[in-house]
């Protein structure tokens, strides 16, 4: 049951850590976003809340797996920010390619 609730909450975490990074996106359309330091053109202030919500999820989930996985459970937040790192990369690949042509 513990197994079930924490990837429930891992896949909650998840989809509100890429809805964020899709947020940032949206209110940047013409520009690059920064994918690791710095801030982008247009920043909405909600957005702090959005991550902050989502990071409490991964952490949750992290908790729940940590007696079960030990420190692998670590890793879980790490691999559930993935969705939003790609969103981003693939908004600046698109970004780049109108630039280039």
Do not use: D, K
Not at 4 to 18: D, E, K, S
Not at 61 to 87: D, I, Q, R, W, Y
């Amino acid at each position: 049951m513990v197994w079930m609730i924490a990837i429930v909450l891992w896949i909650a975490g998840t989809f509100v850590f890429a809805a964020s990074a899709n947020m940032v996106v949206r209110a940047n359309p013409t520009s690059r976003v920064p994918q690791w330091f710095g801030r982008p053109q247009r920043h909405p202030g909600r957005i702090y809340a959005v991550r902050i919500a989502a990071l409490a999820l991964l952490c949750a989930s992290a908790g729940l797996l940590a007696a079960e996985v030990g420190v692998g459970a670590f890793l879980a937040v790490l691999l559930g920010g993935l969705p939003a790192v790609f969103l981003v990369h693939r908004h600046n690949r698109e970004r780049t390619e109108i630039r280039n042509h």
